[in-house]
């Protein structure tokens, strides 16, 4: 069956080869400093020209992407090697053409040139080694650059900015599809693939997207995240048809993060390891592992995880990949990765999510942080998001936004997490100050000092786009509702079908918040057919069916508990993959402190029973059934239920 893409095609019916280490293979070519002088010849951009005149025949040591200028030929036939030796797939010569890398050799604006040059290059090497039984590729590959957002070195906005004005130059010089390897940073991910998505849009090209991290040789991604993150955060994108890692190891230290992506990922896997851990030799890095090695190996992957693209980064040459290639190239998909096992729900690699078995068949519901991924589900609890990193709901808090206390405030998020919260709930709207301003700063510190994922507490979508740049992995957008229509509504779904992210509905309407169960639950169906509409699949919607206090002792609202917890135990039985969560503390507001522990407590109870999935709490001031006196328990339950008998006691 033709999935429409030539590429999608050939990666169906077996392994596919990548290229191997290209800097040494110029070095080796023995390239004169000229060739790392911008040249003012009459055919180039003019773009390029007039760089060339500012530099004056500076040298640009070490700028390999500037060989496209000057050396075309020596690119073209590294390519031609890399085909020869059996690969697929060659990436284009650009792994540093941002505005990052390339300002530090003062020509920041060549970006698109030097892609749209590189682009045509392979694409050229591509067509002349095809032929009609074996096509060939140029996959465009950009590289991590030098700054890491989540450290503050660079912007999200700057570094979006520069992989879409990059992506834009490769499409243009027409790519098979596009690469971004050896990231480093989970906002660097997200960054690099939204721009992926944008340029797509801006030339109207669409193609394959391959995401690959680097994962040290700690065993996490250089700033401290788990593999389980990354890929959590990754398969928010439908786009990105394969996922894997290269560089910073060797196949032996890279097994075990290629054994949790085959256990754990519905996309195809990509691995191309280092030749072997690096040994110094008079100051140099001497990688040892032989071509024969680097085969063994790539057979493991490829039998053992299912690894379905193989190739080579640094030490690796054209005799790696001649052996790698003759080993495993084209041989047949096996059954053994959990990609192989889904394949068929996702014809085509397409990964948009429409039926309740392909969202079965993801394996990482849940959420993520920079540094961790957290399952909606845990075991024997639900998912218990930190109330009070809220200025509206700790005085505490909004005492130390007021006097921008930083510290502070990530010391008390710090104190969610120790008292079991696993997601933590954050607003910082507060009357008089910068929401936005705001946000950003503190989520910065909580995206690189806190382990638990955000909830983004706010409407506003402003707000809401602010906060997703500054968080790595995959948050929680609190929330949605039709208050005020639909506009809104669209909005933070795009951002959430943007950025990816999952979402909070409440069951409010244009008439207000729905009181009866039947109308949370119609309310709830109508969330449900926007976040479907905007791609979300239903586990990342978390349904909140809202209480007012019974506090209050109001007539009106003494069913409020009894309703928003039946709506929960029928929203539970139409949609079992459909997130539920209640803000508890409102259901005691205006009660002393201790009654309201035991109500609230009592609450979360009767909601967990009807199917509630996570709820916002104080987590530590919350008392299982067994540590309340029965005969309080009793009142309390009375209370949720609406047992008039309580009236009397
Ligand atoms: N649903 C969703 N989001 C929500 C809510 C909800 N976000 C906000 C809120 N409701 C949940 N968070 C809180 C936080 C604190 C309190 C109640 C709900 C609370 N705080 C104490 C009080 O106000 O008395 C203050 C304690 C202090 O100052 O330290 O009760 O329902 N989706």
Redesign the pocket.
Known sequence: MSTGNRLLDRLAQGVMVFDGATGTQYQARDLSDNEFILPDRADLPDAVRAAAQRMDGKLLDGCNEILVFTRPDVVEQVHLDYFAAGSDLVETNTFGSTSIVLAEYEIPELVYDVSLAAARIAKGAALKASTPDRPKFAVGALGPGTKLVSLGQTSFDDLHATYTESFRGLLDGDVDALLLETLQDLLMVKAGILAAKDAMSATGRRVPLFVQVTMEQTGTMLVGTDILAALNMIECSPEVVAVGMNCATGPVEMAPFVRTLSQHSTRPLSIQPNAGLPVMEKGQAVYKLGPKELADHHEEFVNEFGVAIVGGCCGTTPEHIQAVAERVGGRPHGTNAHWQQVRNLFPGFDFRIQSDEQAEAVKLRGCSSLYQFVPYEQDNSFLIVG??T?A???????DMLGVENWDGLTELARELEQEGSHVI?V?TAYVGRDEVRDMRTLLSLYNQHIQAPVMI?STEAPVIEASLKCLAGKPII??INFEDGEARTRRVLELCQRYGAAV?G?TINEAGMAKSREDKVAVAERILSFTREYGLPDYDV?I?T??FTLGSGDEEFRLSAVETIEAIREIRRRHPLVNT??????V??GLKPAA?VILNSAFLHFAREAGLTSA?V?ASKIVPENRVEPEVWKIVTDLVHDRREFASV
């Not at 509206?392 to 909004?398: E, I, P, Q, T, V």
């Not at 969560?581 to 409102?586: A, E, H, K, P």
């Open positions: 109330e009070r809220n509206n709901g700790s005085k505490a808090f909004r709930d607003c507490d609190n929330s909070v409440l978390f909140d809202l209480t969560i209640l803000g508890v503390s409102n005691s507001f309201r916002i104080h």
